[in-house]
């Protein structure tokens, strides 16, 4: 079973900058995307941005100026830095994964999650 553990949330001022983590256990798994959603304020999670195995990024259009996906496949890690934050940034957010297809455009529906860790952002 694929495992996934968020690290690095807390809180933040306006302007500051975090780095989320994530520790990805994959079990040998070589195709996979790998993304980090938020809570948002509806039913759904939202995407915040996603990674494919070979390294393909793909970012909300109103996050990618500011958001950062990366990943380490040495230590089997996955990143989201963020930066000039603002309060509607406070939120939950989750890794997630799904294996063998990362589509570019389509949306994904991953099939494992993590447990999420709490954003805070103050004015």
């Known amino acids: 079973q694929v495992q996934l553990k968020e690290s690095g949330g807390g809180s933040a001022q306006t302007g500051e900058s975090l780095k989320l983590s994530c520790e990805v256990s994959?079990?040998?798994?070589?195709?996979?995307?790998l993304a980090w959603f938020r809570q948002g304020s509806g039913n759904e999670r939202e995407v915040v941005a996603r990674?494919?195995?070979?390294?393909?990024?793909r970012y909300q259009d109103s996050m990618k100026r500011r958001f950062t996906i990366s990943k380490d496949d040495a230590t089997n890690t996955l990143y989201l830095e963020m930066a000039g934050l603002v309060p509607e940034d406070t939120d939950i957010y989750y890794c997630?994964?799904?294996?063998?297809?990362?589509?570019?455009?389509?949306?994904?529906?991953?099939?494992?999650w993590g447990q999420g860790i709490q954003v805070t952002v103050s004015a």
């Open positions: 994959l079990y040998g798994h070589q195709s996979y995307c």
């Open positions: 990674i494919s195995s070979d390294g393909m990024r």
């Open positions: 997630a994964a799904t294996l063998w297809t990362c589509p570019r455009q389509a949306p994904i529906h991953p099939n494992y």
